[in-house]
């Protein structure tokens, strides 16, 4: 295990609803990068915080937003809820934004 | 922009045997990493190997060892003596170091191995 831990596990949602997902990082680690992952894919990335500011983004729209703390955790928000944000939401903690990537175990979002 | 390509979506081998997965990758970037992960069904990626682009080694972890050939833009994974634990998907991943590749892992599309008794 890597000691990066996510909630929830599982979550259903209704389309237009809005979501937040987090995400502890592992101990020592100021970055936390988060990918979507959609069935049958590999990762996407939506944005990665260093030292709780944005220090990236990929191809997301405004509604897919986040935070992190000043204890390193991170949150992920998404408004508007589609159905193609049905996806597994990874986050993943690191030493720095350059550095090995530590991923947690996921959240499972169903957008019905 | 980078990008991976993962060409087999599914691979078979049988037990104790080897096996080689193939990853190439593009990239404008002068220095990168390529990564392995492995995804078992319960979602968890699981670290595998690392192999940066100036190390002239190819690198080794274990039963995992990483084919690096920079000319060719390729980043092999080769799995010997295979086990039945190691049936899962596995992503070949490139983190780069340039403008809006900083930071972030690029993956592949993935390819399934099963590993037969």
């Known amino acids: 295990e890597t000691g990066v831990t996510q909630s929830p596990t599982h979550l259903i949602k209704t389309r237009g609803q809005q979501v937040t997902l987090r995400c502890s990082s592992q101990?020592?680690?100021?970055?936390v990068s988060w990918y979507q992952q959609a069935l049958g894919q590999g990762p996407q990335f939506i944005f990665q915080?260093?030292?709780?500011?944005?220090?990236g983004r990929g191809n997301f729209p405004p509604r897919f937003s986040g935070l992190q703390f000043p204890n390193y955790s991170s949150e992920l928000n998404v408004n508007a809820l589609e159905l193609d944000d049905s996806a597994l939401y990874l986050c993943?903690?690191?030493?720095?934004?350059?550095?090995?990537?530590?991923f947690g175990p996921g959240t499972r979002l169903t957008v019905t | 922009a980078q990008k991976i390509t993962q060409t087999q979506p599914g691979m078979f081998v049988q037990e104790k045997e080897a096996v080689t997965l193939d990853c190439t990758y593009d990239?404008?970037?002068?220095?990168?990493?390529l990564f392995w992960y492995k995804q078992p069904s319960s979602g968890e990626m699981i670290f595998l190997i690392y192999?940066?682009?100036?190390?002239?080694q190819n690198a080794t972890e274990g039963r995992y060892s990483l084919n690096f050939q920079k000319a060719r833009k390729s980043a092999n994974l080769v799995i010997s003596a295979s086990q039945l634990g190691d049936s899962a998907m596995y992503f070949c991943?490139?983190?780069?170091?340039?403008?809006?590749?900083?930071?972030?892992?690029?993956f592949g599309q993935g390819t399934i191995l099963t590993v037969h008794p």
């Open positions: 991943a490139m983190r780069g170091t340039g403008g809006t590749s900083y930071g972030k892992l690029t």
């Open positions: 993943a903690s690191s030493l720095g934004p350059r550095e090995r990537q530590y």
């Open positions: 990239t404008s970037d002068q220095s990168y990493g």
């Open positions: 101990s020592g680690h100021n970055t």
């Open positions: 915080y260093y030292r709780e500011e944005e220090n």
């Open positions: 192999q940066g682009s100036y190390d002239e």
